[in-house]
């Protein structure tokens, strides 16, 4: 079992970026996917961004395109998710989680160990 723990939320104005972090122990992390994740009240958790295994491949939420990217870094177990252009409606608790294939991924059910979340607040 991995054990992800998210880094870097917070509160940012509109138009600004944030940069979120996560670290994991466990189960082998550089084999399997990663994911960022994010939810608001009375709405499902929606996928943001992942990445596979390997790097060489992300999925990204249309509403994020060209704002966001994930990254990771699988020798120091780390996943990153740079958010730029940040809109109100990007504000939620965003989680990361890693999956239990080869990735990247676009659903929830394709990931198996979750964070406990980090909250995203952008002001308008």
């Known amino acids: 079992q991995v054990r992800p723990v998210e880094y870097g939320g917070g509160l940012v104005q509109a138009g600004g970026s944030l940069s979120l972090s996560c670290t994991a122990s466990?189960?082998?992390?550089?084999?399997?996917?990663k994911g960022w994740f994010r939810q608001v009240p009375g709405k499902e958790r929606e996928v943001v961004a992942s990445?596979?295994?390997?790097?060489?491949?992300?999925y990204y939420a249309d509403s994020v395109k060209g704002r966001f990217t994930v990254s990771a870094d699988n020798a120091m177990n780390t996943v990153f998710l740079q958010m730029n252009s940040l809109k109100p409606e990007d504000t939620g608790v965003y989680y990361c989680?890693?999956?239990?294939?080869?990735?990247?991924?676009?659903?929830?059910?394709?990931?198996?160990?979750w964070g406990r979340g980090t909250q995203v607040t952008v002001s308008s």
């Open positions: 466990g189960r082998t992390f550089w084999q399997y996917s």
């Open positions: 990445i596979s295994w390997s790097g060489d491949k992300t």
């Open positions: 989680a890693v999956g239990a294939s080869n990735g990247p991924g676009s659903h929830l059910d394709e990931f198996v160990d």
